[in-house]
C-alpha cells in the first residue's frame, strides 16, 4: 500500500526538472524526446541513415561478436543520464534507460550476462561497476545468471577520444579470463559501444572460454563522427 502511494506522488523529471506523475524517472515528454537507435547496423549497431544495412566496417570484415543491441544513441541527453549514472551513482537515470534494453533484447537466447569489468581504481573512484548492476537489472528480468568471467587487472587510459587503433593497443593485455568454461551463448552487457574494440576484445576472450556466440547489450551506441 506504501509504495503504491509512493508512485502516486509526483517526482522531478530528471531532465527538465518538472513534477509529473509517469512511473518512471521522466516526464512523458523528455522521454518520448530522448535519441533512439531506429536504423542500427544489423551487426555492430552504429546508427545508419537507413535500417537493415550493414555499416562499412562490417561489410568489409565480421565483427567478434555476433550482434551488438543497443536501443539508444549516445548523444544529447542520453549522454547526460549515462554520465550521471556511470560518474555520479545516480542509479534514477540508468532506470530511465535500462528497461528499453531489456524490452530490445528480450527474445535473445543466451544461458549467462557477462558485464565488462573495471579495474580496482576505477571501482573505487565510482563505488560500483556500472555494467555488472546493468546486468544484474536484466538477469532480474529474464532469470539468466550473472557471470564475472572477466577480470581488468591492468588501468586503462579513457577510450573517449582516442582513435580506433588507439583504443585497441589502449586495451592490449587489460583484460584476462577468471573462468575456465562458458556457456555457448552468452551476452556481454556495457553501459556504452563506441568503437567496438573492448567489445571485440571480450568478445575474443569469451570464445577461448567456450562461448560459441558473443552477443553484446548496450544502453547506447555512438553514431560515428562527422
Not at 2 to 15: E, G, S, V, W, Y
Not at 74 to 92: C, H, N, P, W
Not at 131 to 137: F, N, S, T
Not at 142 to 157: D, F, G, I, Y
Request: with cysteine; hydrophobic share 40%.
Amino acid at each position: 500500500m506504501l509504495r503504491r502511494l509512493l508512485h502516486a506522488l509526483p517526482r522531478a523529471c530528471l531532465i527538465c526538472h518538472r513534477l509529473h506523475r509517469e512511473t518512471g524517472p521522466l516526464c512523458a515528454t523528455c522521454a518520448a524526446a530522448l535519441p533512439r537507435n531506429h536504423t542500427p547496423c544489423n551487426r555492430c549497431a552504429e546508427p545508419q541513415a537507413v535500417a537493415g544495412q550493414l555499416c562499412r566496417r562490417c561489410q568489409k570484415k565480421n565483427p567478434t561478436f555476433e550482434q551488438v543491441i543497443s536501443p539508444w544513441r549516445y548523444q544529447d541527453e542520453v549522454t547526460r543520464l549515462i554520465q550521471q549514472f556511470k560518474f555520479e551513482g545516480r542509479l534514477a537515470a540508468a532506470d530511465a534507460l535500462w528497461p528499453a534494453l531489456a524490452q530490445a533484447a528480450a527474445g535473445l537466447e543466451v544461458e549467462a550476462l557477462v558485464p565488462v569489468p573495471v579495474h580496482d581504481t576505477r571501482h573505487r573512484e565510482r563505488g560500483f561497476n556500472q555494467a555488472l548492476w546493468l546486468a544484474d537489472r536484466l538477469a532480474g528480468q529474464w532469470q539468466t545468471p550473472v557471470v564475472e568471467a572477466l577480470h581488468k587487472p591492468r588501468a586503462t587510459a579513457d577510450q573517449v577520444g582516442l582513435s580506433r587503433s588507439q583504443r585497441h593497443a589502449n586495451l592490449r593485455n587489460a583484460l584476462q579470463l577468471r573462468v575456465t568454461r562458458l556457456p555457448a551463448s552468452v551476452a556481454l552487457v556495457d553501459d556504452v559501444v563506441s568503437s567496438t574494440a573492448t567489445a571485440s576484445t571480450c568478445a575474443r576472450l569469451l570464445k577461448q572460454a567456450g562461448a560459441r556466440r558473443v552477443f553484446v547489450l548496450a544502453l547506447a551506441r555512438t553514431p560515428r563522427a562527422g
